[in-house]
């Protein structure tokens, strides 16, 4: 780990810390921990704010991040885009979140984000952007900062994310997949706090995984690691928005579970399901949530038979990686205990006891600013460095 990184690093997590601190943190010589300090405070991005709390003897000097840093983070999801300010430590400035359909094309989505985070500048969130960080739900090459042939995003394949964010705002910009940065997100902040080896499951409209091994993220040779949502769980079964047939993501996940529960209401199966799409004309994850808070058997086993699937899917990654800790998010962690509890059942059932025997299998706590929690660390790793 470099020593500026170390410094920069420990500053975000921890707040303002003394000289003498970051040199016993770092244990590296304190004439290069001052020669490196000066180099930050030059490039602007520390300060020295006063001497710290004596401990006797001479009082060391305190240095924080400067405060004029700033960080957009981007959380964009197929209907959705969450655009947050942070300051050097990654706490919120400012937020904006509004509908955004992915399938309107880069050049649109590119564009409003670009709206958004000009106007909270005119509001004086932010003076410039050190670094910009975005997640996309499909996959990315990660070295060039490109969506590769992502099936629910037309147009987008091979686009310039990064190249046109950095042109438009003048600073770095690091692009990734949507459930990567949300594991980052929840391993820095959220609930796998200290887990090293992590496997982050996001349910949304489609399915994916975010895997951390030793504390990285592991991205696989193109990027692509972690697509478990196409995985095939029946041969012969429907047709997924791949191309493919019988993909977990055909039978569960928000555009899955919608299509289900407008079939059983069609079908005259579930009337409370039939009366909400008589009055919407349309139903969703949350009407199938709502309907099996209810009690309504048909909705109870819609989210049971997801929970199923998705728990078979996980019990054999379980069993490959042995991680330390599963983690549920996405839109579709809101049906709560009921999926949680079912696959929980499954991964217990079918893992093999040594891989199960410790492996809390939990909701994120950190819920729908996972997303953007990770996009600003990523971003922060731009300016700061990473570790080694």
Request: net charge neutral; with cysteine.
């Amino acid at each position: 780990m470099s020593v500026r990184y170390g410094v920069l690093s420990l500053l975000r997590d921890l707040g303002p810390l003394s000289r003498a601190e970051l040199s016993g943190r770092l244990e590296v010589p304190r004439p290069r921990l001052l020669a490196e300090l000066d180099r930050m405070v030059a490039a602007g991005h520390v300060l020295e704010a006063g001497p710290a709390l004596s401990r006797g003897g001479r009082r060391s000097t305190l240095v924080e991040l400067h405060p004029g840093v700033r960080f957009a983070a981007v959380d964009l999801d197929t209907g959705w885009v969450n655009v947050e300010i942070t300051d050097g430590r990654l706490e919120p400035v400012a937020s904006r979140a509004e509908p955004c359909d992915i399938r309107s094309g880069p050049g649109a989505v590119l564009d409003r984000i670009g709206e958004l985070l000009h106007t909270m500048r005119a509001q004086g969130h932010y003076a410039r952007l050190s670094a910009i960080g975005i997640g996309i739900p499909g996959p990315v090459s990660f070295r060039d900062g490109v969506p590769v042939s992502p099936p629910i995003m037309p147009g987008w394949d091979r686009f310039p994310v990064r190249d046109e964010l950095a042109r438009g705002h003048g600073c770095p910009v690091v692009v990734d997949n949507d459930v990567n940065v949300m594991a980052l997100g929840e391993q820095h902040s959220g609930v796998a706090r200290a887990v090293d080896d992590l496997l982050f499951v996001k349910i949304g409209s489609g399915i994916g995984c975010g895997i951390q091994i030793h504390g990285r993220i592991y991205r696989g040779a193109e990027g692509c690691a972690g697509d478990i949502g196409h995985l095939q769980v029946e041969a012969g079964g429907p047709v997924c928005a791949c191309g493919n047939t019988g993909c977990l993501e055909a039978y569960f996940g928000g555009t899955a579970l919608a299509r289900d529960a407008t079939a059983a209401a069609r079908s005259g199966l579930a009337p409370a399901l039939a009366e909400r799409l008589a009055a919407a004309g349309a139903l969703t994850a949350e009407d199938v949530a709502a309907g099996a808070a209810a009690g309504d058997i048909v909705c109870v086993n819609l989210i049971r038979e997801g929970g199923r699937r998705v728990g078979q899917a996980l019990a054999t990654l379980a069993n490959f990686m042995n991680p330390s800790m599963i983690v549920i998010g996405g839109g579709l962690a809101g049906l709560g205990h009921l999926l949680l509890a079912e696959i929980r059942s499954v991964v217990y059932q079918r893992s093999l006891p040594l891989a199960t025997g410790n492996l809390p299998v939990v909701l994120s706590e950190l819920g729908s600013r996972a997303g953007v929690v990770g996009a600003a660390l990523l971003a922060s790793e731009l300016v700061y460095g990473r570790p080694s």
